[in-house]
Structures are given as C-alpha cells and as structure tokens.
C-alpha cells in the first residue's frame, strides 16, 4: 500500500464525508423545520426509495468495482468498459418506463405517484454515476470520486440555503434540486472518464459475455446489500403500512439522525478497499487490528454525545419529540454497524468471502423480517419493531466480527465484552436515569472504557503520528 496515495485519497474522503455531514445536518435539521410533518414523510419517502434504486444495475457495478480492485486506470479496457456503460443507461431507461407504466395503473395518490417518477429518474442518473465512481474508487482515483460527491453535496447545500431563505414548504422543491445534484455530480464523473465515455462503443458476444460474468460477480454482493438495506428499511415499510406516512417520517428523521454519523464510516471504507487489495496477507493482519482497535476507541463517543445533541433538538423541532425517542434506542447502531460497515465488509470483499457476506445478510434481514413483522402486525408496538431492527443488526456485528477474528487469529473477546458493557450502561442509563446523571454517568463510563484500553489508545496515538510525520516528509 503506498502510504502517500492512501492520504491523498483519505483526505479527499474526509473532505467529501465533511461536507456530506454538513448537507445531512442540515437535512435533517433545515428541511424538517421547513416542512410539515406531512411534506417531510414523502420526502424521506423520496430519501428511502432512492437508497434502493442503486440495486437496479443487478450487480453490473458491484462486479466491475470488485473485478478492477487494485488496478490501475490506465491499464483498462476503455472501450469494453464504455460499451458497457451505454447498456447500463439503455437497461435503466428500460426499467423507469416499464415502471411508470406500472405505477399508472396502480391507482396511487399524486404525492406518492410523483415520488415514484422522481425515483426513477434518479436511478438513471445515479446508476451512470455510480458506474463510473465505482471505477475510479476500484484504480484508486477515490479523490476523483470525493470530488464529485463534494460537488454534488455543495450544489445541495446551496438550495437548502436558498429554501431556508425564501421559506420554500414543499418537498417537490428538494426532491427536483436532489436529481439535478446528481446530475451535475454525473457530468463531472463523465468527464473525468471521458477516456471510458469516448472511447469506441462496440456490441457483441465478447461485450455482452464480459456483462454478464460482472453481474455474476457482482450478484451476490448486490443481494448482500439488499438484504443488508432490508434489516433496517423492513421495519419502516411495516410502520408506513400499520401506522401511516407521518409515522414513517417520524423514525425516518431519528434514522436519518443514526446514519448520519454511519455516512463517515462508509466513505472511509471505499477509499480502504482498494489500498488493502494492495497489501500482503500479513499486514492485513495488523491493519485490522489497528483499524478495529480505533473504531472501538472512536465510535463510543456518540453515546457520551446523545444528551447534548437531544436537548438542542428538542428546542429546535419540539414536535419531533417521540424521533428523538426513537434515536436513543437506535443509537447502538452507530457503534455495531459502524464497524461492520468499515471492517467486516470491507475485509470480506478484500479477502473475496461474498458468499459469506451474502449468507449473513440474508439470515440476519430473514430474522429482521420476521422479528418486525411480529412488532408490526402481532404486537402492535413501533418501539418493538425499532428494538427488534437494533436486535438484528447486533446480532449480525457479533456474527460477523467472530467471524473475521477468527480469520485473521485475532482474540477479540475482551475487546467485545468491553464494547457490550458500555452499550448496556448507555441504554439502562438512557430509560433508568434524568438527563444530567445521565450524561455524568456516560461520560465517567467512557473514561473508564478507554482506561481498560489503555494500550490500544497508545498505539492508536502512535499510529496517528507516524502518519503525521510520513505526510511531512513527503
């Protein structure tokens, strides 16, 4: 791994992911001010479809990120890979009017209908993004695509800014400027590939052969993520269903709260991927070690921060009261997804154990599923169902963790134990206590954490300075 090249890309995640957390801080914060309860729900609407229209390339992307991983840009096949593109829009576009012709004759109300046509119209243009940002993060060019997102986030930025002034109060506004965000983000990537966009398009059995071997790779990681999206989303399409779109909206904004914090998280591991792809079996050892160690220095802090943040928002949107509820029992997730999402899944593609990861996020999503559906349609109780989303994805985190320490002969138990017991403290504390022990409480519990991982906090410390004095050198 060339440890140069892997802060540059690092910086330029960092810069992405800064400017990605202050667009959902103000999404989260702004938008729901702006909005009524109503509006807001079909903009989350908006929000929840798009997060699954990324998976309506069938795996095509998932294949080429993970077939390219550790190449370099110069040594591909820009004709084979632009060929591909074009089918790519030619499928999408397929897709969209079959379903608008669909989605005609299913009698919808206008504000759903047109969240539908405004997915659509999305998929097409984030799917022709995502192809050519999942190239340049598969060779290495993650700045190039950090660029794009920064491009995209800003222009976003700059209309929720304008909303705030001139008082826009309807989602049709942020729904329409989201797709033009990513459109501009999409003809930035397009001409950083334009070697890929202009280079000689053919199609033939050799094309269409190579198409199709992507999407078999890519399948099964593609199924992973959907499953892996389904743990979380289950339980909001049963909500909608039993309760209503305001409902929906209310634990959309304590999720989009959650993930908020997750979004780093993800941004980092893209920029990991093709680095480790690079680097010997041996090191991968200790890479995990160090990249683990830090996330269970790091992510615990959320729990010391819950109380702050939930106060401020209880003054700024009091009638979002009971998401802030919601929240404290969905925070967990922030500690037990962030480091699947970073470790795990990461090291699970480096080391090709797809089969795995998909295993995994079915059984975990199949239990989520079930699990839900009883809270939903049997108890009848949306806490249940959030308690029962939370449930799954931890049991998932210890699978999964078990797993790949087991892999990389790693005795990870202490470290666990350790990471439950600050968990317990923050969610008996939360329902047990008022918010000033509370936070007394959390913040004592914290130091004592990091007391007891005293020497992982030393090497973490010495990581960091290396890296600080190797960036000075060059």
Request: glycine share 4%.
């Amino acid at each position: 791994m060339k440890s140069s090249n892997f802060i540059r890309n690092l910086f330029y995640a960092f810069g992405a992911q800064l400017i990605s957390m202050v667009l959902s801080a103000l999404m989260s914060l702004v938008v729901p001010k702006l909005l009524g309860i109503e509006d807001f729900s079909f903009w989350q609407l908006f929000i929840f479809y798009c997060g699954y229209s990324g998976f309506l390339h069938f795996g095509l992307v998932d294949g080429i990120y993970l077939k390219y991983g550790g190449k370099k840009y110069d040594t591909l096949d820009f004709s084979l890979i632009g060929s591909q593109f074009i089918l790519t829009l030619i499928l999408q576009l397929s897709i969209g009017v079959g379903v608008v012709i669909a989605a005609r004759e299913y009698g919808l109300e206008f504000e759903r209908l047109y969240v539908v046509y405004a997915t659509l119209v999305y998929m097409v243009i984030y799917n022709a993004s995502a192809f050519l940002g999942y190239i340049f993060q598969a060779v290495n060019q993650t700045s190039t695509y950090s660029i794009s997102v920064m491009i995209d986030r800003l222009f976003f930025i700059l209309i929720v800014f304008t909303a705030l002034f001139k008082q826009h109060s309807d989602f049709y506004f942020f729904v329409n400027f989201y797709i033009v965000s990513k459109a501009i983000a999409l003809f930035y990537c397009m001409y950083c590939g334009r070697d890929i966009i202009l280079a000689k398009k053919k199609i033939n059995k050799y094309i269409l052969k190579d198409m199709l071997n992507n999407i078999s790779i890519g399948s099964k990681l593609l199924i992973a993520n959907i499953a892996s999206s389904l743990i979380l989303g289950i339980g909001r399409i049963f909500i909608d269903d039993v309760w209503g779109i305001k409902a929906f909206g209310k634990l959309s904004f304590a999720l989009s709260l959650t993930v908020f914090f997750l979004q780093f998280i993800s941004q980092v591991s893209m920029v990991l991927f093709p680095a480790l792809r690079q680097t010997e079996r041996d090191q991968l050892r200790n890479l995990y070690i160090n990249i683990r160690s830090g996330l269970s220095i790091f992510l615990p802090i959320i729990f010391v921060l819950y109380i702050p943040i939930k106060t401020i928002l209880e003054m700024w949107l009091p009638e979002y009261k009971v998401s802030l509820e919601y929240m404290a029992i969905l925070l967990p997730i922030c500690v037990l997804d962030g480091k699947m999402q970073m470790v795990c899944n990461t090291y699970f593609k480096v080391l090709r154990k797809e089969n795995l990861l998909l295993f995994i996020n079915i059984v975990t999503a199949l239990v989520s599923i079930l699990l839900c559906a009883i809270g939903a349609y049997l108890l009848k109780n949306m806490n249940a169902i959030i308690i029962f989303m939370v449930l799954s994805i931890a049991l998932r985190s210890i699978f999964s963790e078990i797993y790949l320490a087991k892999l990389m002969k790693v005795n990870i138990t202490r470290q666990l134990i350790l990471e439950f017991i600050i968990l317990i403290i923050f969610i008996t504390s939360i329902w047990l206590f008022k918010d000033i022990l509370t936070i007394c409480i959390l913040i004592i519990s914290y130091f004592l954490y990091l007391t007891l991982n005293k020497k992982f906090v030393r090497e973490m410390i010495g990581e960091v300075k290396a890296m600080v004095k190797f960036s000075n050198e060059k």
